[in-house]
């Protein structure tokens, strides 16, 4: 029996990685650093080690990524991009060594060490020396075809100085020059355009630009790491052949007999790495013989023949000029410390978060107070301690400023500030705040809620200030005449806007949940509760519903849901019979959101789809694509972007194309939609 507390921390656990996974890898807008996200990856992973019974096969542990945008093309990887395990410390690079040597059963085991680029994971595929396609990480199994914007990249060959017969497919990091990066903000900050907060995130924004013209002007490069197809039988000679064959590789690799000269290449480059005109967060540390490498294999999201070892994080000491409060989108006020520019790991620092109050007395943080700031990952900073105040021989400490207590009224709105018993957290308790509602309507309009393309924060703030949306269902009521009247609107645009709202009114229901920003529900829990509403509403029923059918279920019957605890209930139920959130609820009812049901859990055991990958292709008549993956899925099985030897069922409307052809290349079965139709009524009998 799973102890009730791992289960809730284990679904708490999965939510916080999968948000964080979507704001890294699909925003490029990460919110906690590299050392906060290892640390949550590593607790799941050892509850999960603990109580085996709660592995589940879209947990993070079992996935080395995050989906392909919906904006480009996916594209199946021949072989996994995987990911690849850290290490902290010389005893975890040690214990790293010493498996190493046991699985083998020898000493004699050598090494590469070469850099850790800080840049977008991409795969690059030659066929006879030509290159012919592109792709990020994705998922590690699926990525996005982004060959356009590759092929402006100058240290990409579109051919290999030899024409090497077959398919090749090149693997490395494409990332943007300090140089590059630096004249990158200088023209996002002239257009009064938020600068990128580090060259990862400007490499990453600029290969997924639709337009390849936009990623040619940003000076991006490719170092290769990694090469399939190549007759090689090391590491070493991998690199040597690559560089043969015209692709650029990193000059700061070198090969080390033991451990101990693996660790004097981490010290050496520890302090030398702020010298590069690139950004390197570590070293990586690879078994040299590819015939120890396959030997040792892989896990389900790395390989055992390498590790990455983590630089420490970047510190440094500044002064607290002033400590103001944000809202965030479910109304918590975070302290954040504003400070006196400081450069921390090549980017200068103003601003670093104080968590909550909680903290800030823990740290006895107050202004003027002198700190030590770190970013760990590089991303976002945090006060680490304060650095206590000079005492004057013979005279008292320095006065300090007051301590911070947490404002009465919302810096924001001016409503009241609420705190609850029990909680860490201050709120503002006015649901009408614009701080609140803008942040949640972006939230609603993520991936991970309703996906409307091209309403970003830039354009939610506009529709606010004008008075047009004051919360999501707002969205559904503009007009293109309203649209066509916004700064930088055309006709086009604003038509292309107001298409993709009026698109979104059909959605999956667990997305609308998630959509909703119920406080405690993420997206794994908001899946479980719209399967476990599925069996108790009819066929095709309407929002109002689904709402009217959540609010009656006690929280005894919620927590029955898998993951859904006592305090999950009574959020959900607090939600939903809170009168602004009914109102909010009852907007998205007149504007005609349709919800779209997954079928019960328990009838995917059942189901001819269970266990099997399904690609569709052309046009679906009946339903969306979107709708018929997400029952496939509800179903048991796999929804795939493309077909390979690994696809079970093509599904085929009108225009096909080059999936059919594929399809019956490789023999895999091709039915038509009405098919596929009867194959979900046979489920549903």
Not at 276 to 284: A, S
Not at 459 to 483: A, H, S, W
Not at 600 to 606: C, D, Q, R
Not at 670 to 681: G, N, R, S, T
Request: include cysteine.
């Amino acid at each position: 029996m799973v102890p009730s507390d791992a289960q809730r921390r284990v679904v708490e656990l999965r939510a916080r990685i999968e948000k964080a996974n979507y704001q890294y890898h699909m925003l490029d807008a990460p919110t906690i650093d590299d050392f906060a996200y290892d640390a949550l990856m590593r607790e799941l992973q050892d509850l999960e080690a603990k109580h085996p019974e709660l592995v589940e096969p879209d947990s993070p542990t079992q996935r080395v990524g995050a989906p392909a945008s919906s904006r480009f093309g996916p594209i199946e990887h021949l072989n996994p991009m995987l990911s690849l395990s850290n290490a902290f410390d010389e005893a975890e690079v040690r214990a790293f060594d010493a498996r190493s040597r046991k699985a083998l059963g020898r000493d004699d085991v050598g090494y590469v060490c070469e850099l850790k680029i800080d840049g977008l994971a991409i795969n690059l595929t030659y066929v006879d020396g030509r290159f012919t396609q592109g792709a990020t990480r994705g998922d590690g199994s699926v990525g996005e075809d982004v060959t356009g914007n590759l092929r402006t990249i100058k240290s990409i060959p579109l051919t290999l100085r030899e024409k090497v017969g077959g398919r090749i497919d090149v693997r490395g990091e494409v990332y943007l020059p300090t140089a590059a990066f630096d004249a990158t903000n200088r023209e996002r900050l002239e257009r009064d355009e938020p600068p990128f907060a580090n060259p990862r995130n400007a490499a990453a924004g600029a290969v997924r630009q639709l337009d390849p013209a936009q990623t040619a002007k940003r000076n991006l490069a490719m170092w290769v790491y990694s090469a399939a197809g190549l007759a090689v039988d090391s590491q070493h000679a991998l690199l040597a052949r690559v560089r043969e064959l015209g692709l650029r590789t990193n000059p700061n690799v070198r090969q080390a007999r033991d451990v101990d000269a693996v660790l004097a290449f981490i010290a050496e480059w520890e302090t030398t790495r702020h010298d590069l005109d690139y950004g390197t967060d570590g070293i990586v540390v690879k078994v040299d013989r590819v015939a120890d490498q396959e030997v040792l294999g892989s896990v389900s999201r790395s390989p055992r023949w390498a590790i990455a070892y983590k630089f420490p994080a970047e510190q440094a000491m500044t002064t607290v000029e002033d400590i103001k409060v944000s809202v965030g989108r479910t109304g918590v006020l975070t302290p954040v410390a504003w400070l006196a520019p400081v450069l921390v790991g090549g980017t200068t620092v103003r601003r670093a978060t104080l968590h909550n109050l909680a903290e800030v007395r823990r740290l006895d943080v107050r202004v003027g107070d002198r700190v030590v700031i770190q970013r760990a990952g590089d991303v976002i900073p945090e006060v680490v301690r304060v650095d206590p105040p000079p005492v004057e021989t013979g005279k008292r400490k320095p006065r300090r400023g007051r301590p911070f207590e947490m404002p009465e009224a919302c810096p924001v709105c001016a409503g009241a500030v609420e705190h609850r018993e029990g909680e860490v957290a201050y709120r503002c308790a006015n649901p009408a705040c614009p701080a609140k509602t803008g942040q949640r309507i972006g939230h609603f309009v993520s991936r991970g809620g309703f996906d409307i393309e091209g309403v970003g924060g830039a354009l939610i703030d506009q529709l606010q200030t004008r008075g047009l949306v004051n919360d999501p269902g707002d969205l559904f009521l503009l007009t293109k005449e309203q649209l066509l009247d916004l700064d930088r609107f055309a006709e086009k645009s604003a038509a292309n806007i107001y298409d993709r709202i009026q698109a979104a009114k059909r959605r999956p229901l667990g997305r609308i949940i998630n959509a909703l920003g119920i406080a405690q529900v993420g997206w794994s829990t908001s899946e479980d509760l719209a399967v476990w509403l599925a069996s108790r509403l009819p066929a095709d029923p309407t929002l109002a519903q689904v709402f009217e059918a959540l609010r009656s279920a006690s929280a005894d019957a919620l927590q029955t849901i898998n993951g859904v605890g006592e305090k999950v209930a009574e959020a959900i139920r607090a939600f939903l019979n809170d009168a602004s959130e009914i109102t909010a609820m009852d907007k998205l009812v007149s504007a005609g959101v349709v919800p779209v049901l997954p079928v019960p859990g328990a009838l995917s055991a059942a189901s001819p789809f269970t266990g099997r990958t399904v690609v569709f292709t052309g046009t679906l008549e009946r339903r969306t694509r979107e709708d018929a993956e997400a029952l496939v899925r509800s179903l048991g099985g796999k929804a795939a972007g493309s077909v390979s030897a690994k696809t079970d069922l093509v599904v085929a409307g009108p225009g096909g194309g080059s999936k059919l052809d594929q399809a019956k290349q490789l023999g895999v079965k091709v039915v038509d939609e009405e098919a596929f139709e009867a194959m979900l009524a046979a489920v549903q009998r």
